[in-house]
């Protein structure tokens, strides 16, 4: 399931492992829905700091 160098297989992996009763599709999309949320979250910190810095 792990193809190399995706970001998304480690995580996908440990989620399935967690539990049973998650697809790996469902577990990929919820993984890559998190990853997504978090560089957007991160994309809005730094754009907030770089105009903090320029003011």
Known sequence: MTVPDDPLGAWTGRLLRLGVGISPDDARKFVHDLYAQAQSDLDD???????????
């Open 45 to 55: 910190e730094r754009a907030k700091a770089d105009f903090e810095r320029e003011e």
